[in-house]
């Protein structure tokens, strides 16, 4: 009897890495983004990311329980929404405004599709466009206790106007714009901790920032203006952090590139041709839509087998 077959359906080896674990590794990672929009924008934007993230697990807890489905809040993807979501609204996001944009993240986007792993579209980045195209308050940034909101444009407003922008200011983070994606160093200390951790590989980040500062150089002619278009805006946290999204992204090494230079080339497109100043998230949104065909186009084919 102890050596009695057992049979399996695949797979058959574990990693060890749980869905919860992978998910509070990226809560830790957002961390410095999130206290550093705290310290920036005040307790406003302390408000506006846990509004969003209460509601997050809120309606999916709802949405659990009338539906008579198990429990999912316990994997914490809902707290990752809530917060992605969170830190890309401005400080000044009215709080039934988030609590629309966490309904439709989770319910609409995330549940209805049957849950994590089902959606094709990420639910953070999703709502925030729908809020975006819906909210003249979303498209209208925040500003830091003792800069002139009058005069003091977002950094990509600025340099799309030819003006010049200081490197430090970009890294600290003390200009307009969403509560998480100001801070160029709190955002980076996030990839590296994702890194290390082996949450998520280097492709599509390093792709979809080094296209985007290609595009902005062949463009501009100028180094450090390229350099600056790259810090600015949502780049950084929508590279790191939403465009490496397990569920909407691909899964070969190969597929990532070209998923982060799609992504890349999408958001300098919008940048200079269309009539957002900020083409991230349409480009995540896009990219997304699309990944089947990239994952069908780079799959890894067994030897000697025939093409699909």
């Not at 809530?82 to 830190?87: A, E, Q």
């Not at 609409?108 to 819906?134: D, E, H, Q, W």
């Not at 509560?179 to 200390?189: F, K, P, Q």
């Not at 998923?259 to 957002?276: D, P």
Request: glycine share 10%; with cysteine; proline share 4%.
């Amino acid at each position: 009897m102890d050596k009695m077959l057992h049979l399996s359906v695949s797979p058959h080896t574990h990693c060890g890495r749980s869905t919860s674990s992978i998910m509070l590794d990226v809560i830790i990672a957002l961390l410095p983004a999130t206290i550093a929009g705290v310290v920036i924008f005040g307790l406003n934007a302390l408000l506006v990311v846990a509004v969003c993230v209460a509601a997050c697990v809120g309606f999916e807890y709802l949405f659990n329980l009338i539906a008579k489905k198990e429990q999912t809040i316990g994997d914490y993807s809902a707290i990752v929404t809530g917060l992605l979501l969170g830190l890309n609204l401005p400080a000044t996001t009215p709080i039934w405004q988030c609590v629309i944009g966490a309904l439709f993240a989770i319910v609409v986007v995330k549940c209805l599709f049957g849950g994590l792993g089902y959606n094709f579209v990420n639910p953070a980045i999703t709502a925030r466009v729908l809020m975006l195209v819906s909210f003249a308050s979303v498209a209208a940034p925040a500003f830091p206790a003792g800069v002139d909101a009058a005069a003091g444009a977002t950094p990509l407003v600025q340099l799309a106007n030819g003006e010049s922008f200081d490197l430090l200011t970009l890294l600290l983070g003390n200009h307009g714009g969403a509560v998480g994606e100001t801070c160029a160093i709190a955002l980076i200390l996030g990839f590296l901790y994702l890194l290390a951790r082996d949450v998520i590989s280097w492709e599509i980040p390093v792709s979809f920032i080094g296209s985007v500062f290609v595009f902005s150089f062949l463009m501009e002619g100028d180094a450090m203006k390229a350099l600056a278009l790259t810090l600015s805006g949502g780049l950084l946290l929508g590279a790191i952090f939403m465009a490496t999204d397990y569920v909407t992204s691909p899964t070969t090494p190969a597929g990532k590139l070209i998923f982060g230079l799609g992504c890349g080339l999408l958001t300098f497109l919008i940048r200079y041709f269309g009539s957002y100043p900020e083409g991230v998230s349409f480009a995540i949104l896009i990219m997304n839509l699309v990944v089947p065909y990239i994952d069908k186009l780079t799959k890894h084919r067994i030897y000697g087998g025939k093409k699909a």
